[in-house]
């Protein structure tokens, strides 16, 4: 038995999400650390309109994943793996000691910049729930050639992200109504995870050239993917593009179950990946930190280690 810890994407943010972290020193060091490596009071990117920037919100997420993660090992407990969605990555891979801190800040920056000033308005992602991958993409043939609408997410067996311009959305929408789904609007103001963003992507692996790795100390499974990258030439790669790549959470969730996870944590904000994984881990258990006492974790890490 093992455990996995899980970082949450976009959709996931919430306003105060940076002030409602627990009170405790770390936490404090943290921020003010971020505030002076960014130059800017880190603690503004969490209100209303501030949030309504997909730069703010990839910060917002990234602090908030590594911040309960460092307050989690200073009581001495840590994953076996780790896996992120998205952005959350970033946070795994950090927390894998994969890169540091600081670099991971200057990077989530910069890659949240390039995706907003690509799509400022009129693009974004929608959940459509109640079928599966086969079903949408033929509904998305039955759209205009030159609609932009792809697949996004593979969060669950009947939850599929797309993602793209609102228009060609809407369309799509409006099928999979016709075909009993429903859709659900994400908070998220970019075309994630489809080709509209390989410029981009491409843009960021070039600014990370150059940047310090080492080889990850925790195991990191890749959300793109669903394998375990063993190296940090591998997951520098994932971090990079994963952008522009479908996300397949599910088979990532499944991955974990079947080489041994019978324990999940989902750092904040939120429980989006606790609720995703429940399927999968009938038999294990799913904890998060938005919801659970960080002493009733620390127990929960400390049994699994028990019986590892």
């Known amino acids: 038995m093992s455990s996995i810890w899980v970082y949450p994407g976009q959709g996931a943010q919430k306003i105060n999400m940076l002030h409602d972290l627990p009170?405790?020193?770390?936490?404090?060091?943290?921020?003010?650390?971020?505030?002076?490596?960014?130059?800017?009071?880190?603690?503004?990117?969490d209100q209303g309109d501030a949030l309504k920037s997909t730069y703010s919100v990839q910060l917002c997420l990234y602090l908030a994943g590594v911040i309960s993660s460092s307050l989690l090992q200073t009581y001495g407990v840590r994953p076996k793996f780790v896996a992120g969605l998205s952005i959350g990555a970033w946070a795994a891979a950090t927390v894998a000691n994969v890169l540091s801190f600081e670099d991971g800040l200057r990077l989530v920056a910069k890659r949240g910049r390039?995706?907003?000033?690509?799509?400022?308005?009129?693009?974004?992602?929608?959940?459509?729930?109640?079928?599966?991958?086969?079903?949408i993409e033929r509904w998305i043939t039955q759209i205009d050639e030159?609609?932009?609408?792809?697949?996004?997410?593979?969060?669950?067996?009947?939850?599929?992200?797309?993602?793209?311009?609102?228009?060609?959305?809407?369309?799509?929408?409006?099928?999979?109504?016709?075909?009993?789904?429903?859709?659900?609007?994400?908070?998220?103001?970019?075309?994630?995870?489809?080709?509209?963003?390989?410029?981009?992507?491409?843009?960021?692996?070039?600014?990370?050239?150059?940047?310090?790795?080492?080889?990850?100390?925790i195991q990191y499974l890749s959300s793109t993917s669903a394998r375990l990258l063993k190296t940090d030439t591998q997951i520098w790669d994932d971090l990079a593009f994963n952008m522009s790549r479908v996300v397949d959470w599910h088979n990532t969730v499944q991955a974990a179950w079947e080489r041994g996870v019978r324990l999940q944590i989902e750092a904040l904000p939120g429980t989006v990946l606790t609720g995703l994984a429940r399927k999968v881990f009938k038999e294990g258990t799913l904890l998060s930190f938005q919801n659970t006492q960080i002493e009733s974790l620390i127990i929960a890490m400390q049994k699994q280690e028990h019986f590892v």
């Open 23 to 45: 009170k405790h020193q770390l936490v404090n060091q943290y921020l003010e650390h971020a505030s002076d490596v960014l130059e800017t009071d880190v603690m503004l990117l």
């Open 146 to 217: 030159n609609t932009n609408v792809f697949i996004a997410n593979l969060n669950a067996e009947n939850q599929v992200v797309i993602s793209g311009s609102v228009q060609a959305m809407q369309k799509l929408v409006a099928i999979a109504h016709e075909g009993g789904a429903t859709a659900k609007k994400i908070e998220i103001s970019v075309p994630s995870h489809c080709v509209l963003l390989e410029k981009q992507a491409q843009q960021l692996a070039c600014f990370m050239e150059g940047i310090q790795t080492k080889q990850p100390t």
């Open 114 to 135: 390039l995706m907003q000033e690509a799509y400022p308005s009129g693009y974004g992602m929608t959940a459509i729930l109640g079928t599966d991958r086969t079903q």
